[in-house]
C-alpha cells in the first residue's frame, strides 16, 4: 500500500470548548484511510496538540511523524508548559527538518508550503480567513490537495 503524507495546520489558539476526541477521531481515520505520514510545524495550539495525539496513536499504528521547525529556537517564547510539550513531542518525532538557520521574515509561510508540498492532504482547524493557516489552506487548494476541517 502506497502511504500518504498528511500535513497539519491550525490556528495557536484553541477555545476552551475545542472537541479533543474528534480531533483524535479524525486522525485516527486518516490513519485508517492510508495516512501514515504527518508533517507537523509544532507551533503552539493545534499543532501541538494534533501531534500529541498522533504520539498517542503511535502506539496502534506505525506512523512517521516529521517535525517541520522554521528556525531554531521557535518554542523560546512560548509559556513554559508548552516549551515542556514542544520539547517532549518533538523527541517523539522520526524527522526534525529546521528549514532555516535563524528567524527570517517569511519563514513560517516558507515552513507551511514545504509541508503542503510533501503532503497528499492537509488536515485543518481554520475559522478564520486571515493569517498561516488560511493562507496554508489557500496555498493547498490553489495546488489541487484536499483539505479536511477539523
Do not use: W
Request: aromatic share 14%; charged share 25%; net charge positive.
Amino acid at each position: 500500500m502506497n502511504e500518504k503524507a498528511c500535513a497539519l495546520t491550525g490556528h495557536r489558539s484553541i477555545p476552551a470548548d475545542f472537541d479533543r476526541n474528534h480531533l483524535y477521531d479524525t486522525l485516527e481515520n486518516l490513519i485508517e484511510g492510508g495516512y501514515r505520514i504527518f508533517y507537523c510545524g509544532m507551533a503552539q495550539g493545534f499543532d501541538l496538540l494534533a501531534l500529541q495525539c498522533l504520539v498517542d496513536l503511535k502506539r496502534k499504528y506505525r506512523l512517521y511523524l516529521e517535525a517541520c521547525i522554521p528556525y531554531p529556537g521557535q518554542s523560546a517564547r512560548y509559556p513554559e508548559p508548552d516549551k515542556d510539550d514542544y520539547k517532549y513531542l518533538l523527541g517523539r518525532c522520526d524527522k526534525k527538518t529546521v528549514l532555516y538557520g535563524a528567524y527570517t521574515d517569511g519563514c513560517f509561510l516558507a515552513r507551511d508550503r514545504y509541508m503542503v508540498d510533501g503532503a497528499d492532504a492537509v488536515l485543518a482547524y481554520c475559522t478564520r480567513n486571515t493569517g498561516g493557516t488560511a493562507y496554508t489552506v489557500r496555498y493547498a487548494k490553489k495546488k489541487g490537495i484536499p483539505v479536511f476541517f477539523v
